[in-house]
């Protein structure tokens, strides 16, 4: 298929350019494909609030990632923003690993929208997410990543 180099791809550009990844998350996987992606993360302790549980900085980015790949993968040219994202926290998290599942809703030639769950391991939805998002004028280039 001709556009599964350019989910290889996103997925690397995920795992080895994206600076905020490769700092902050000690174990994560990532699977683009034809307006989906998913992102797995095993829970550590570094990613809690005070109370114990998984902060809400990382439910939102788990589920925003997930979104804006499944958005990405559409577009081959151009790298995509984000400009709105909601999410909703349903449930707290101290263990195991997480998976967020992004889809694309919408698509127009200036506006996507996608939404994005957030799983547990026992597959109960945790959190879920809705954004829109925009072609930008950053081109897809191996000086971003996208290798």
Do not use: C, W
């Amino acid at each position: 298929m001709p556009h599964e180099s350019h989910y290889r791809k996103l997925e690397n550009m995920y795992l080895k350019g994206a600076h905020i990844n490769t700092a902050f998350y000690e174990t994560t996987n990532m699977i683009v494909a034809e307006e989906r992606a998913a992102i797995t993360l095993t829970v550590a302790s570094k990613y809690f609030h005070a109370a114990g549980a998984m902060h809400g900085s990382v439910y939102f980015k788990l589920l925003d990632d997930a979104a804006f790949f499944a958005v990405q993968s559409l577009v081959e040219d151009a790298f995509v923003l984000t400009t709105t994202f909601n999410i909703h926290m349903l449930r707290p998290v101290n263990s195991g690993i997480i998976r967020s599942e992004g889809t694309v809703q919408f698509k127009s030639k200036s506006l996507f929208v996608a939404e994005s769950k957030l799983f547990n391991e026992e597959e109960t939805l945790i959190a879920f997410g809705s954004g829109e998002f925009v072609k930008s004028k950053i081109a897809l280039t191996p000086e971003i990543g996208y290798q």
